[in-house]
T-cell receptor, first 115, second 118 residues
Framework: NAGVTQTPKFRVLKTGQSMTLLCAQD?????MYWYRQDPGMGLRLIHY???????AKGEVPDGYNVSRLKKQNFLLGLESAAPSQTSVYFC??????????????FGPGTRLLVL | AQKITQTQPGMFVQEKEAVTLDCTYD???????LFWYKQPSSGEMIFLIY??????QNATEGRYSLNFQKARKSANLVISASQLGDSAMYFC???????????????FGGGTRLMVKP
């Protein structure tokens, strides 16, 4: 199993450009998440999904949109990138109703630089 | 709203010694879970240990143990016999459950950078 994969690994954008980050998981998890990590800080939740076709806002959703058309994929879109969105983006997934000690499974991260 | 506080931005420890990384949390929920993750310089998030709010005993996983003091709302990570490979960022996180079985999220502290000296 590949676990959670993210595409691309690294991207440089100019202010105002758009892009989509792809997250894929092969563990049949119902829940998926997008976090961002700014330098020297912990992860903050952007958006999450509890199942195919459903999404919800997290702690820092402004400037991002998401879609979950297939259970295994969770897309994060930036319609008009801003320098404040320079960050490392982590995708994660987890079971619905899993054991309390079940962690979220994290992808390797996507490093995004907005100039 | 929940809050996780890690008051030690950086720490040094001598190889083979034990080290304690502090974490305090704030929540009004009676049911919660606390996690510790390691993030090496390569960037991935590695799950280390979990403590449930109703667990009677402190969690242990190999060289990692969690000093859980519920009344003080602290969940400190203890690493015994530090190794050079333990040098990394360490994050404490708390699981919050959304109402109506609408999922859950992790709230992270700001992290502690641990540096192990040979």
């Amino acid at each position: 199993n590949a676990g959670v994969t993210q595409t691309p690994k690294f991207r440089v954008l100019k202010t105002g450009q758009s892009m989509t980050l792809l997250c894929a998981q092969d563990m049949n998890h119902e829940y998926m998440y997008w976090y961002r990590q700014d330098p020297g800080m912990g992860l903050r939740l952007i958006h999450y999904s509890v199942g195919e076709g459903t999404t919800a806002k997290g702690e820092v959703p402004d400037g991002y949109n998401v879609s979950r058309l297939k259970k295994q994929n969770f897309l994060l879109g930036l319609e008009s990138a801003a320098p404040s969105q320079t960050s490392v983006y982590f995708c994660a997934s987890s079971y619905k109703g899993g054991r309390p000690q079940e962690t979220q499974y994290f992808g390797p991260g996507t490093r995004l630089l907005v100039l | 709203a929940q809050k996780i506080t890690q008051t030690q931005p950086g720490m040094f420890v001598q190889e083979k010694e034990a080290v304690t990384l502090d974490c305090t949390y704030d929540t009004s929920d009676p049911s919660y879970g606390l996690f510790w993750y390691k993030q090496p310089s390569s960037g991935e998030m590695i799950f280390l240990i979990y403590q449930g709010s109703y667990d009677q005993q402190n969690a242990t996983e190999g060289r990692y143990s969690l000093n859980f003091q519920k009344a003080r709302k602290s969940a400190n990570l203890v690493i015994s016999a530090s190794q050079l490979g333990d040098s990394a960022m360490y994050f404490c996180a708390m699981r919050e459950y959304f109402p109506n079985n609408a999922g859950n999220m992790l709230t992270f502290g700001g992290g502690t950078r641990l540096m192990v000296k040979p």
